[in-house]
């Protein structure tokens, strides 16, 4: 099964903020993760976070990590019609990387 | 910098064809990283290098897979013979720098028919 799970499909309206959750299983991972996947394209990584920080901010880019309850979000404020692609979240120990399914955000205008 | 070069970008082939696609990691990088994402699947590793040598291959599906690094900037994945269940997208990473963060490539679109 999956290590890593997130919802599959996520829908906001632009100018909304979007938050995109995820679940991890692995305490020891050292980075977490999130990739954004447009049509036709590769793996484009948005922002990563180290294992022992609570919060990351990246201009609209919000990550939030509670290891606690090994949760990791992706908060995207102001969201525009280009943001709409799919998201995965992802955890890493040493190479060991482990992908959620992915979670397609649709921003409707 | 370039970032991680695939090719082909797509490739449409029949059963039983030799596949091989290329990769040329992002310069500096020791480590190669080659994935395939399918629907059903989602991103399965295939195979993971350090500094040219295959360090963990237990994720390439049968032995008609096989995988090479010649050097420190190129890298090849070999589908031989190939089968209508290997078409899916094929991704390599590269990374390095002290930290795990993988860099994507574009990507090569298998369609074998």
């Known amino acids: 099964g999956e290590d890593v799970e997130q919802s599959l499909f996520l829908s906001v309206r632009e100018g909304d903020s979007s938050v995109i959750n995820c679940t991890y299983t692995d305490s020891s991972s050292t980075y977490l993760y999130w990739y954004k996947q447009e049509p036709g394209a590769g793996l484009q990584l948005l922002t990563y976070?180290?294992?022992?920080?609570d919060m990351k901010q990246d201009q609209r880019l919000t990550v939030l990590l509670n290891k606690k309850d090994k949760h990791l979000s992706l908060r995207i404020a102001d969201t525009q019609t280009g943001d709409s692609a799919i998201y995965f979240c992802a955890e890493s120990i040493f190479y060991d990387m482990r992908f959620g399914a992915g979670t397609r955000l649709t921003v409707k205008p | 910098d370039a970032g991680v070069i695939q090719s082909p970008r797509h490739e449409v082939t029949e059963m039983g064809q030799e596949v091989t696609l290329r990769c040329k990691p992002i310069?500096?990088?020791?480590?190669l990283f080659w994935y395939r994402q399918t629907m059903m699947r989602g991103l399965e590793l295939l195979i993971y290098?350090?500094?040219?040598?295959?360090?963990?291959d237990s994720g390439m599906p049968e032995d008609r897979f096989s995988a090479k690094m010649p050097n420190a900037s190129f890298s090849t994945l070999k589908i031989q013979p190939s089968e209508p269940r290997d078409s899916a997208v094929y991704f390599c990473?590269?990374?390095?720098?002290?930290?795990?963060?993988?860099?994507f490539g574009p990507g090569t679109r298998l369609t074998v028919l």
């Open positions: 290098f350090n500094n040219n040598v295959p360090i963990d």
């Open positions: 990473a590269s990374g390095g720098g002290g930290t795990d963060t993988q860099y």
């Open positions: 310069s500096g990088h020791n480590s």
């Open positions: 976070i180290f294992s022992n920080m």
